[in-house]
């Protein structure tokens, strides 16, 4: 499954032109009208100015176009015509040999013949004055079409700039290119996609600039940093900087003035930076300068102006040549500067102490301690452990060892941090206690042989909210549930913030796993308040799986996809992106959108890699396989449950009903139904012994959709009476329906179910509504029911599971068609569906047509009818349909 191999192919030569798709059309279309003379393609360094020149001029010639090159460069540029001496015969008559050559090219471009001639000039910004002038003349007085490159911020020669001015040429300004089309060029050079933190690192350095992405990832593939991983791409080690890149920078860069390289070095270090922090350093003039010539961007920040580079791979090409004892004079002067300040940013503490150690200077053992503790909230735990190894070794006491035992726990290192604990005695005042007491009980219940022997005379109540958590994970729901609700409501002494959002985690998995949907929303508010940012991503984790469970998805996949965002935009470490990535899959495989599913479960095996302190990966690699077989991919879904297997099974009793569940999903893909309900009810039998009725629930439900229905029935009733979870009560009515093949019934809950977020299930009964339907001739019933399962199965990717068949259905409608019907069926006449999805009268007339042989009606009442929308704008209680979801997929 994991793929390690280097990328074989050579990006500088095979990736794609991307996101030039409107400049390209320009450049051809003004190629073909004769009272244009030329195009002039405008634009920073490495933009693609190049790029967009060749594929034009290779797609002209390919159209019988004759062509030719030429390329200003500042040698050349001092010789008359030196740029394009190669466009002239060798001279061997008198007289002036720049006035021959002159005429000789022009007379070359001149002939009336053929396809008009096409002659690029790359780097125009660099001809000489007489070079300049024959470009113009070319374009002005002969039938050539020129094709011109320059530089932004460059100045032209005159005639070049008049080709604009005057309306002979056109202009075309390159822009950096989007975030989306940045990730398109990625995939498609790369082969294949990038996890997030990889796609934002490539994003974040190269700055829209495409030439600049290309050639970081060249150079990680070059230095096998970027590898490729259960098939995605991977920047896992560090981005070497190999000379082609460094070169290629410098030459764009182009950096003569000493005092702009020295603003430059400084943001290299540092970045973004206060202004004025930058002119103290650098002085206000070299600044104003490095801005002028776009390499610094100077921006407002709240009250302040930050600098930051343009492009912050120029930082890391600069940081890599820097002299060493450049570099060293930098940061100690940074850390000087931070060290007067108030230093109120959250990353100062943590700023000051890695660039005096960058520097070769000392800090003290409560710096590196404060640096220590910022670095773990981070995850960034490396480093949080090596700052407080030094702050223990530069006296930092007991509090240096509880923050190295803390972050060795963090790293699943549960030995070692038993070997580092303080002694109680140590733990002199309530706060080390408390924290003590949270470390020892977090080993305690991993690593039981490397407990510390000494007691826990105090911590007691911190202890009991770690505690609440492992009796959660033991499948004691209720003990865990009302610890848990006991330490957040119990008077007296507050708990610290650690305790207080692991209280409130249990708190908030529990309620969820008892349907209890307020009781998750109250709890996680209650964490929030005192999280720290790993606490909080946690707390907000616990929520969104709560939510899941207790069959909110709706809810749950708008806020995961926020902290996924979040996330990745703020650079936090990979095992919290790649935390976040596992309960967007969780969420999406609920919803039943198999293929957000997989690539967010597959990313977060990628991005955890080694760091899993709660020893989960058999369970989102269980997920896995059921993402996959949720989608009929058997040979996957095989393969990932193959590999769950040989994993260590997860700690205590609360995940065996869920992987067994992925395991009936498996047997289903292959549709071996007996099996598949056997381990469904098998799951069912596990969640209920555990006390947990959510999971009961939905292990019941998987246990009616592969043929249970009518074993499971009175049972999901049951659990829809004792919890609150809409879901469960959804859930028993389409078993019922499935097991009396009650056709209205199935229909009804498809829609209740498309309601709570629940896309597959409610696709399922639509479909099966279909089939009941057809089988006994309601034809009008059973072509709404159709509709509407189409519809969802394109929400839900193709996801094919033993209720989705539609097979031998005379009835397919495409995304388009299904817009256009909807629209008509909501009431707007056809014109004004034709200005909503901009399409032709025409063609909006084509499409209902097709859509009305298709269903067999004729009539928009009758549309409206099979579509389920009796009351449209224009009829009796219409109201006006919501367009955004009808036009979501619009091409």
Partial sequence: ???????????????????????????????????????????APGVGRTRLAKEAVARLAAAGHPTAWATGTRAAGAIPLGSLLHLALPHDAAGPVTAHIFGQIVERFSVSTGKRPVFVVDDTHLLDDVSAALVYQLAVHTRTFVLLTVRQGQTAPDVMTALWKEGVARRVELRPLSDDEMDTLLERGLGGPLDAVTRHTFRRLSAGNPLVLRELAQSALEGSALLRRDGLWHLGGHLEITGRLGDLIEAQMQVDDPAVLAVLEVLACKEPLGQPVLEDLTGHSAVVRA?????????????????RLAIPAYGEVIRARMPRARAHAIWARLAESLAASPRRRADDALDLVMWRLTAGLDSSGRELLAAAERAAERLDLEVAERLATAAGAADGGADANLTLAEVMVLRGRFADAAGVLPAPEECDNEERADRRAIVREKIEYWQHEAAPAQGNPTGERAAEAVRAWTMLIEGHVAGALSIGTA??????????????????????????????????????????????????????????????????????????????????????AAPMVGMWAIVRGFVAKAQGRVKPAQQALREAVVLLGEHDPLRLPAVYLAELAGAYAMAGDTVQADAWLCRMDGCPPPRGALFDAWIERDRAWVAAAALDLPSAAGHA?????????????????????????????????????????????????????????????????????????????????????????????????????????LVFARELLIECDGARTPLTDLTGSEVSLTPRELQVAKLTAAGLPSRAVADRLGLSLRTVNNHLGRVYTKLGVSGRDALAQVLGQPDAPGRPGGEEPHTQELLQGDA
């Fill in 487 to 572: 330490l957040l409501t119990r008077p007296g002494p507050p708990l610290p913030a650690e305790a207080t959002a692991r209280a409130a985690t249990a708190v908030v998995l529990a309620a969820g796993l008892m349907g209890d949907i307020r009781l998750v929303e109250r709890a996680s508010a209650t964490g929030l308040e005192v999280a720290s940012p790993w606490t909080e991503a946690q707390v907000g984790a616990a929520r969104c799986v709560a939510l899941v469970l207790a069959g909110a998805l709706t809810t749950a996949a708008k806020a995961v996809d926020i902290a996924y965002r979040d996330a990745i935009e703020t650079r936090m």
């Fill in 681 to 785: 009810l098998g799951a069912a039998k596990t969640a209920g012994k555990a006390g947990v009725p959510m999971i009961e629930a939905l292990a019941l439900f998987d246990a009616a959709r592969f043929g249970a229905a009518k074993e499971v029935c009175d049972r999901l009733h049951q659990l829809a009476r004792g919890t609150a979870a809409p879901a469960t009560a959804a859930f028993a009515t389409m078993a019922t329906a499935l097991a009396t093949d009650d056709a209205h019934l199935l229909a009804e809950t498809a829609e209740r179910l498309h309601r709570l977020g629940h896309l597959l299930p409610a696709a399922e009964a639509a479909a099966t509504a279909h089939r009941l339907h057809a089988g006994a001739r309601r034809r009008t019933a059973a072509k709404a029911a």
């Fill in 291 to 307: 801005e002028r010539q776009g390499l610094v961007v100077v921006e407002p920040s709240g009250a302040r102006h930050q600098a």
């Fill in 1 to 43: 499954m994991a793929d390690s191999r280097p990328h074989d192919g050579r990006p500088g030569n095979l990736w794609p032109l991307v996101g030039r798709a409107t400049a390209l059309r320009t450049v051809l279309s003004a190629a073909t009208q004769t009272d244009v003379g030329g195009v002039v393609i405008v634009g």
